[in-house]
């Protein structure tokens, strides 16, 4: 049988057998009447571990961040946040939609917004012809920047300028602890710096569904209100819950495997003629990989290296996405490596007949 490596993205992670026997043994009740004692459990356990006052079970990041949103401003405001942010180009909108705000997209690098730009960025509530601006919100890993680690001296800097313009601040960290693992630092660490954060238990913590909302205690509750607005108030909701108790309490550490082999994928990948990956900017457990230099394009290539038996994602005209994740191990590396390897060759030697 064909091996088939799938590294399209390290939400495909299923959940681990723990997992699924605290599924079937939590303790449940009506989440709505506050009543459901392993989600409580899960949300003090995540208060505890972000330095927070309270969290909040929700449904997936994309709420967490439109929830973080709707708490913190007021229609017709704007909210600073990266072009190549996650909410910015794949929430659908649900700030503007639902939320009346407007998006202000400033240009950032591989590490995300930089203090400088959003200080020249900001809008005070006193102008009579522009929109004020009443959040900024930041992104931790930056997926599109390659899974990069938001540096703490940045962060220092992004959180001194909001604090001095009293607007608040908050951090998609949907991959938050591969953040903190890729430093060797506490989850918290990074956490201190924003008002909110949204964190993914799915992608490599392992769980199989919801993600978590953090913040003081007048935040989340104010939160709570809105996820029963858009549809996410859940009732035995424990039976979410008990799978994330388990990937909060288990699979931290195992992350430091995800960027292990990412590592090594990325550094097998710049061997290859005909590729463009630079090992040196994997932080976490992405790795990029331009196909330009191969005439083709990359949806061409997803094409070809599925019949291969790899499969990977287009993430731009001529641009591959790798994700490392607890499915994928270092046999999955060497086989990609060698499909890839060959299939260059391929397309090299053919580039060259013409």
Not at 78 to 92: K, M, Q
Request: charged letters at 20%; proline letters at 3%.
């Amino acid at each position: 049988m064909t091996m088939t490596s799938d590294w399209r993205s390290d939400t495909l992670t299923l959940p681990s057998q723990e997992m699924l026997s605290a599924i079937t043994v939590a303790s449940l009740g009506d989440d709505q009447y506050g009543e459901d004692a392993t989600t409580q459990r899960l949300e003090s356990l995540a208060a505890e571990m972000l330095g927070k006052e309270a969290a909040l079970l929700v449904l997936s990041g994309t709420m967490g961040n439109l929830l973080s949103i709707l708490s913190h401003t007021e229609p017709g405001q704007e909210l600073i946040l990266g072009v190549d942010s996650h909410i910015y180009n794949a929430e659908v909108g649900g700030l503007a939609r639902i939320g009346g705000i407007i998006a202000r997209p400033l240009m950032s690098d591989a590490y995300g917004l930089r203090p400088e730009d959003v200080e020249q960025a900001i809008r005070s509530a006193g102008s009579s012809h522009r929109a004020p601006t009443g959040l900024i919100a930041i992104e931790n890993t930056s997926n599109r920047g390659g899974g990069s680690i938001v540096p703490l001296i940045r962060l220092d800097g992004l959180a001194e300028v909001a604090r001095r313009h009293s607007v608040p601040i908050h951090m998609d960290g949907a991959r938050l602890f591969n953040a903190a693992v890729g430093l060797g630092i506490h989850v918290s660490e990074i956490a201190r710096h924003v008002d909110s954060v949204q964190i993914c238990m799915t992608k490599g913590l392992s769980a199989p569904l919801g993600s978590l909302l953090a913040g003081n205690q007048q935040f989340v509750d104010q939160a709570r209100r809105y996820r029963q607005m858009v549809g996410g108030g859940m009732r035995q909701a424990g039976i979410i819950a008990a799978a994330g108790i388990v990937a909060l309490e288990t699979m931290v550490d195992r992350l430091a495997e995800d960027h292990h082999n990412a590592s090594a994928l990325a550094k097998g990948l710049t061997k290859i003629k005909g590729l463009a990956v630079d090992s040196s900017v994997v932080d976490t457990n992405i790795v990029y990989v331009g196909v330009s230099d191969l005439g083709i394009t990359g949806e061409y290539a997803v094409r070809e290296l599925e019949k291969r038996g790899v499969k990977t994602l287009a993430t731009g005209p001529a641009v591959l996405r790798f994700v490392a994740y607890k499915g994928i191990g270092s046999r999955d590396v060497e086989h990609t490596v060698n499909v890839l390897g060959d299939f260059c060759q391929a397309q090299l030697r053919d580039t060259n007949r013409d």
